[in-house]
């Protein structure tokens, strides 16, 4: 394989939303979620974990209301007590489409939606 032409790994996620929504959506990610601040301007929140993982919520012209597709695509967000997580945003108002509960490959998995309807899952691992 060429090494200079070889794709690497997913570094970042981005999620458009319209400029009418953006600030709900944002609220969400950064204080219910509360998910690591890297940049915080209009129209623009990204957020960044230690090994440089990022995700952006944008604002985009060709975006316009909810997500009419919620299964489209899935966030996956990692946790070690997936019942103390699903309770802290619980407590945030955080309500769930699918409680904790494992998986027949020996992890557990929650989700929820986010204000635009796009589906979030918190994710612990197997042991």
């Known amino acids: ?4 032409t070889a794709l690497g790994g997913i570094n970042g996620i ?3 939303t319209e400029a009418d929504r953006f600030d709900e959506l944002a609220a969400f990610y950064r204080d ?13 929140l990204a957020f960044e974990w230690p090994d440089g993982m ?9 975006v316009h209301g909810r997500s009419t597709e919620a299964h489209r695509i899935m966030l996956n967000l990692g946790v070690t007590d997936i019942v103390a997580a699903a309770a802290a945003l619980r407590d945030r108002g955080v309500r769930f489409v699918r409680e904790p509960s494992p998986e027949p490959w020996g992890g557990w998995i929650a989700t929820f939606a986010d204000p635009d309807g796009n589906l979030v899952q918190l994710l612990q691992p197997a042991p």
């Open 32 to 44: 219910v979620l509360r998910l690591p601040v890297r940049t915080d301007r209009p129209g623009h």
């Open 54 to 62: 990022r995700l952006t919520l944008g604002v985009h012209e060709l």
């Open 14 to 16: 981005l999620l458009w």
């Open 1 to 4: 394989m060429d090494e200079r």
